[in-house]
């Protein structure tokens, strides 16, 4: 069985940066593609930002382009996501989640293994 844990979440204010953080605590995911998902309070899990497992080719939700980077450390099975100007529509629970292919989507239904996310508030 595959396990993920994210941490790094927390409080700032706008205009503030965090790097959240995925790894497992059982398994590997350095042939598969990984994402971060998020869902804020009363609304569905939307995508974040991709990294493919096979080429390292990334992709994002248009309104973080710019401001969020995604990355991997293969050999760590370590999975980040640094934040940048965070604005207070980014508040949300945070999730990571292993495709079942090394392909790049956004499609949630691609993703059969998450962590159990990591809250961000970003306060105005």
């Known amino acids: 069985q595959v396990q993920l844990v994210e941490s790094g979440g927390g409080s700032v204010q706008a205009g503030g940066s965090l790097r959240l953080s995925c790894t497992t605590v059982s398994g590997s995911f350095v042939r598969y593609a990984m994402a971060w998902f998020r869902q804020a309070a009363g609304n569905e899990r939307e995508f974040v930002a991709v990294?493919?497992?096979?080429?390292?080719?990334?992709d994002y939700q248009n309104s973080v382009k710019g401001r969020f980077t995604i990355s991997r450390d293969n050999d760590k099975n370590l999975l980040t996501l640094q934040m940048n100007d965070l604005k207070t529509e980014d508040t949300a629970i945070y999730y990571c989640a292993r495709s079942t292919r090394g392909a790049p989507t956004s499609d949630i239904n691609e993703y059969n293994i998450w962590g159990q996310g990591t809250h961000v508030t970003v306060s105005s």
């Open positions: 990294v493919s497992g096979t080429t390292g080719r990334t």
